[in-house]
Each structure stands twice: as structure tokens, then as C-alpha cells.
């Protein structure tokens, strides 16, 4: 039977995995902590090591699983900035989940949306504290207005539609544009002037990171509100928090912030996070922050579950890896030429 070294472990993650064990047959070696250059001997003995968004799958770490003997990576994500695939190649192949669920995270974006907008944050606070008052909880209509999409696969797509079910216009920008998805693509320039409402939902690179800052906030419209589930470093939070200070941005709502790692997932409500700038942004009534939590529905954390043991099961029995990522796809937007039995290396 072959071990698997599961990190940064949460209880819904055990739920899931442990409900399908019986039919891949393989043993979990369950971990609270995150994989990283000081953890990484947990995976002793192990054949393959399970991570999540927040490990740091660097290249100490990569080296040091490969002297251990594990030659799979499963990440239970479809993000994998928190890989180093320059090292990793040639050794360790790297499997991930590119689509749990890609209508929880699009779904979430609208809540998130609508709630900064019409300011439910507030409501349910003030009518908990029986307090119905109306004033300063004015919003606007999402119908008509134009919202700016950056990145338009998997949840960018299904994001649009839901868009277009609420009336509103949208300005596409991707670096490979689907012509196929009838949406009206522009440069992100035009995007950026245009949009009453920004939603990145593009992957985070060396070319995207901060793809949110000073200069491209500096061409949006005045009140401009922005959304952000896909990864916090895309915007460069500084310069965002001045934006809002200066009301360019009218409303922000993020999921994911670029200073999650050892914040996101836990629970500080008895202790002091020691992050100013998150700190700062919780306190802003125009923004709200979630926990990385648009993937999280049952369906998602189903479909994580059966396509990591999917993957496992392929990789172990020496069959094509369909799910594999390494450096040179990650390079190409996806374009890898696959070598035999179909896998990266
Ligand atoms: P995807 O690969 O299907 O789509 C990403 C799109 O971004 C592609 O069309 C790609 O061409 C485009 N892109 C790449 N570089 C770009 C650039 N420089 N500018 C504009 N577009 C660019 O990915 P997806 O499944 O739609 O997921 C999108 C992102 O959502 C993931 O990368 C991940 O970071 C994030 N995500 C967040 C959560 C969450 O819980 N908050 C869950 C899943 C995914």
C-alpha cells in the first residue's frame, strides 16, 4: 500500500479524502502543518506528498523530498505558484485538480460582489445589534453597469455568464482570448479605463503579479470596485489601500491576499495577527476580506478528493498523467509537448 504525506490538513479535507480511501488503497499520513524547507522530513517514508495554496513546495523542499524517494506531488488546487517547477523538473512530476469546482469560485465572486456592493457586511451586523437603520448601506444597480474580467478560462467564463444573467456589459482581457466565448475582448489598458467593476480571475506569475498597482489603478474610473478570488498577489495591496483612501476605488472585495500564508485558514479571533496592512483593510467599511474560501462547497471538496486519488492512482500505475504541470506547460499557457506515457518527463 502505497503513503501518502498530507499537509497542512484541515477537517473538511479529512472528511472528504477519508469517505474514498476504501477504494484507492492508499494510506494518508494526515499533517496540521504546511509543507516547507522546516517540515518537510514529516514526509519520510512516504511515496507521495499532498499540499494545499499555502505550502511552499520550494526547491530545498523539492530536493529534499527527492532524496526521500517521493516522486509525486499532489497538489489539491489548481493554482501552483507555490511550486518551484524549474526544480521539481526531471524528478518530482507534479499533479494538481485544474477544475474542482470552477462554479464555486465563479458563484462566490458574485456574493462577494454583491455583498460589498449593496453592503450586506453591514446589515447583518447592524440588525443583529437591532439596529434597522438604512442610512449609508446605499448601493448600486448591477444591471448595466460594465464589469472588467481579467482572465476568462475555467471560472472567468462561467463568471461572464452570470454577468450576463444580472444585464450587466463585459470588457474581457486575457493573453490567450477565446473567440469562441463571444465575449468582447480589449487590451487591459481599455479594461482598466472602461470597467465599473474589476474581477481577476487569471492565474499568478512572474508577468501578473501586481498586475493591480499604482500606475494600472491610476487609469480606472473614479469609485471603480474591485474583486479578487483569485490569488493576492496579483494586486500590489499598498497601492490598492491608497486607492481606497483616495476613493478611486469605491469597494473592494478579496478573497485571497498576498500576505495569507501563515494568516488564512486559522483562527486569530483570541490573538493578534500582527499585519498591519490586512488589519488596515478589515477596518475599511468599503472592503471586504474572506478566507480563501470561494472553492469551499461540497461538490468542490468532493471533486478535489476523487481527482487527487485519480491522479495518485495513474501516477503509481504508471499511466498517462492528465492532470501533470511542470515547468515547461507552466511557461507555454499549458502548451507542453508531453513524452512518453503521456507525462511531462
Ligand atoms: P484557467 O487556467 O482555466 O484560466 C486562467 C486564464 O487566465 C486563462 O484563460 C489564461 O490564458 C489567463 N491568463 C494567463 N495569464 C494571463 C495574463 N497575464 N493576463 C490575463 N489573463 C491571463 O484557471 P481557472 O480555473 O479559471 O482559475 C483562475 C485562478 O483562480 C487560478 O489561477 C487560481 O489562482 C484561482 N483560484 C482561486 C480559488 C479560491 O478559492 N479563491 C479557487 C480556485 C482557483
Known amino acids: 500500500m502505497k503513503t501518502l504525506a498530507f499537509f497542512d490538513t484541515k477537517e473538511y479535507d479529512k472528511t ?4 474514498l480511501k476504501e477504494k484507492h488503497g492508499i494510506h494518508i499520513r494526515y499533517f496540521e502543518d504546511k509543507l516547507s524547507a522546516e ?16 505550502d511552499d513546495i520550494n526547491k530545498a523542499v523539492i530536493e529534499r523530498l527527492y532524496q526521500m524517494g517521493v516522486r509525486v506531488i499532489a497538489l489539491r488546487c489548481a493554482g501552483y505558484n507555490n511550486v518551484d517547477f524549474k526544480a521539481a523538473y526531471g524528478k518530482i512530476h507534479v499533479v494538481r485538480v485544474p477544475a474542482y469546482s470552477p462554479y464555486a469560485v465563479a458563484e462566490y465572486t458574485m456574493a462577494l460582489l454583491l455583498a460589498v456592493n449593496r453592503k450586506v457586511h453591514k ?12 442610512n449609508r448601506l446605499v448601493g448600486f444597480d448591477l444591471h448595466g ?11 472567468g467564463q462561467i463568471f461572464a455568464n452570470i454577468c450576463k444573467g444580472f444585464g450587466m456589459h463585459i470588457l474581457a482581457y486575457d493573453v490567450y482570448p477565446n473567440d469562441s466565448l463571444g465575449l468582447n475582448y480589449v487590451s487591459l489598458e481599455e479594461l482598466c479605463e472602461k470597467a465599473d467593476i474589476i474581477s481577476l480571475h487569471c492565474p499568478l506569475t512572474e508577468s501578473t503579479k501586481h498586475l493591480i498597482n499604482k500606475n494600472t489603478l491610476s487609469k480606472m474610473k ?9 490569488r493576492g498577489a496579483l494586486i500590489d495591496t499598498e497601492a490598492l489601500l491608497d486607492a481606497i483612501r483616495t476613493r478611486k476605488v469605491g469597494g473592494a472585495a478579496l478573497d485571497v491576499y498576498e500576505e495569507e ?19 488596515l483593510l478589515l477596518s475599511m467599511p468599503n472592503v471586504i476580506v474572506s478566507s480563501h474560501q470561494a472553492f469551499l462547497t ?4 468532493e471533486n478535489i478528493a476523487d481527482v487527487t486519488y485519480e491522479n495518485l492512482d495513474a501516477f503509481f500505475a504508471g499511466e498517462t498523467l492528465k492532470n501533470e504541470i511542470c515547468y515547461h506547460c507552466q511557461k507555454s499557457g499549458g502548451h507542453c509537448s508531453r513524452k512518453e506515457k503521456g507525462r511531462c518527463f
Open 145 to 155: 453597469k460594465t464589469v472588467g474580467i481579467i482572465g476568462t478560462g475555467k471560472i
Open 298 to 301: 461540497n461538490e468542490a471538496l
Open 261 to 279: 500564508t501563515d494568516i488564512f485558514f486559522e483562527d486569530f479571533s483570541d490573538s493578534f495577527i500582527g499585519d498591519d496592512t490586512l488589519s
Open 16 to 19: 472528504y479524502f477519508e469517505a
Open 222 to 230: 473614479d469609485g471603480v470596485y474591485i474583486v479578487n478570488t483569485s
Open 123 to 134: 446589515s447583518y451586523i447592524r440588525t443583529r445589534d437591532f439596529n434597522f437603520s438604512l
Open 39 to 54: 517540515t518537510v522530513s514529516l514526509a519520510e517514508g512516504a511515496d507521495a506528498v499532498c499540499v494545499f495554496v499555502n
